[in-house]
T-cell receptor, first 117, second 109 residues
Framework: GAGVSQSPSNKVTEKGKDVELRCDPISGHTALYWYRQSLGQGLEFLIYFQGNSAPDKSGLPSDRFSAERTGGSVSTLTIQRTQQEDSAVYLC???????????????FGPGTRLTVL | KQEVTQIPAALSVPEGENLVLNCSFT??????LQWFRQDPGKGLTSLLLIQSSQREQTSGRLNASLDKSSGRSTLYIAASQPGDSATYLC????????FGAGTRLTVKP
């Protein structure tokens, strides 16, 4: 079946511009996650959506970062006034559910490589 | 704050060898621990997920163990193949998910 898809696969932008990254989760998955992976770094959690609950934004590095999830499906990660340190691969993942004490295997998209010049 | 460490950072073995990748975490109150594989230029592939109530999970040539009391998990790969070459990441879930930096595995033919 179809997996998690992300677009664009690559994005080059100039410092100070805004960018939008899109994630289409697996159909039926209620949980959606955004991560980023900077060069030589581990994965960093950014934000998490579960159903209609308020998102967990605890990982967002600054107020320039925001994300929406419309209709419980597609999500958009927006970075305003991009900086060079925002350059990274941004990964999206989805899972069936997320509940304390229960497994929630995450399925990852291929990522969007963002380069800020 | 959960911290996840993976050792070694890189590992090179000849084809056919059995090997163990190590993952340690500082907060034992995890809900689960997951192992992933990352191939260059691609997203992550989930390999095994161990719930907090479990001690191990197996899938084919892969076996992952979890010892919450010592804050450790291992990924055992039996009879390694060149196609196993990739970066292996572990991640512990508390309220969010924390990843280790990964172990880059190279299996030489």
């Amino acid at each position: 079946g179809a997996g998690v898809s992300q677009s664009p696969s690559n994005k080059v932008t100039e410092k100070g511009k805004d960018v939008e990254l899109r994630c289409d989760p697996i159909s039926g998955h209620t949980a959606l996650y955004w991560y980023r992976q900077s060069l030589g770094q581990g994965l960093e959690f950014l934000i998490y959506f579960q159903g209609n609950s308020a998102p967990d934004k605890s990982g967002l590095p600054s107020d320039r970062f925001s994300a929406e999830r419309t209709g419980g499906s597609v999500s958009t990660l927006t970075i305003q006034r991009t900086q060079q340190e925002d350059s990274a691969v941004y990964l999206c993942a989805s899972s069936l559910y997320r509940a304390s004490g229960k497994g929630d295997t995450q399925y990852f998209g291929p990522g969007t490589r963002l380069t800020v010049l | 704050k959960q911290e996840v460490t993976q050792i070694p950072a890189a590992l090179s073995v000849p084809e056919g060898e059995n090997l163990v990748l190590n993952c340690s975490f500082t907060d034992s109150a995890i809900y689960n621990l997951q192992w992933f594989r990352q191939d260059p230029g691609k997203g992550l592939t989930s390999l095994l997920l161990i719930q907090s109530s479990q001690r191990e999970q197996t899938s084919g040539r892969l076996n992952a163990s979890l010892d919450k009391s010592s804050g450790r998990s291992t990924l055992y790969i039996a009879a390694s193949q060149p196609g196993d070459s990739a970066t292996y990441l572990c991640a512990g879930r508390n309220n969010d998910m924390r990843f280790g930096a990964g172990t880059r595995l190279t299996v030489k033919p």
